[in-house]
């Protein structure tokens, strides 16, 4: 069965740069959630899509963006990047309003250096 | 969304029957009680679902108390592979809720 793809699985990247992370959620799943997961710590979140629009909103800095196309795939826009966003960040998928559970992808390791 | 409470850590031997318990004190009657687990550093998945009755499915098993204040997981017969973090989280379905992960119970399964 299709999962979600989260891509690339591992990203180097220096502070101060520029991260892009995407999510290929399961097909027919109409909502996608960002959670970051520091090390040692649970899963938080960060920011949700339903079709295509912010359904809601977390504990994402400002310096991230995301946003949802039109074939219901997801990006995660990381700026001005700091050691401190070193991350696992995943990505979830449901349909509507997850009724039927939530399907996570097996996330981007994310290394600032 | 219910606070939920569950002891930090657990131990289980390999073949015996691991139960997990969850307290949800607070949770109002349109909240479902999920568990989620996570082995390390993967995805969290699903593992299972109820509102009031006791539910069953190829992973576990979930007992939830007649009053709702408290569930359990019950995985019977645990393997090493079930090693991980398990997570019980209260979800008022709808909105696109999202699931909102507290300090779960590291398992331990041991030979």
């Known amino acids: 069965a299709a999962g979600v793809i989260q891509s690339p699985r591992h990203l180097i990247k220096e502070k101060r740069e520029t991260a892009t992370l995407k999510c290929y959620p399961i097909?027919?799943?109409?909502?996608v959630y960002w959670y970051q997961q520091g090390p040692g710590q649970d899963p938080q979140f960060l920011i949700s899509?339903?079709?295509?629009?912010?359904?809601d909103k977390g504990s994402i800095p400002d310096r991230f963006s995301a946003q949802q196309f039109s074939d219901y795939h997801s990006e995660l826009n990381m700026s001005s990047l700091e050691l401190g966003d070193s991350a696992l960040y995943f990505c979830?998928?449901?349909f509507g309003t997850g009724n039927y559970g939530y399907t996570f992808g097996s996330g981007t390791r994310l290394t600032v250096v | 969304d219910a606070k939920t409470t569950q002891p930090p850590s657990m131990d289980c031997a390999e073949g015996r029957a691991a139960n997990l318990p969850c307290n949800h004190s607070?949770?109002?009657?349109?909240?479902?009680v999920y568990w989620y687990r996570q082995i390390h550093s993967q995805g969290p998945q699903y593992i299972i679902h109820?509102?009031?009755n006791n539910e069953t499915n190829e992973m576990a098993s979930l007992i939830i108390t007649e009053d709702r204040k408290s569930s359990t997981l019950i995985l019977p017969h645990a393997t090493l592979r079930d090693t991980a973090v398990y997570y019980c989280?209260?979800?008022?379905?709808?909105?696109?809720?999202?699931?909102?992960f507290g300090t779960g119970t590291q398992l331990k399964v041991e030979l």
């Open positions: 979830a998928s449901s």
């Open positions: 097909p027919r799943h109409d909502t």
């Open positions: 899509f339903y079709e295509k629009m912010q359904s």
């Open positions: 607070t949770i109002s009657g349109n909240e479902y």
């Open positions: 109820g509102l009031k």
């Open positions: 989280i209260a979800l008022r379905r709808g909105g696109g809720n999202k699931l909102t």
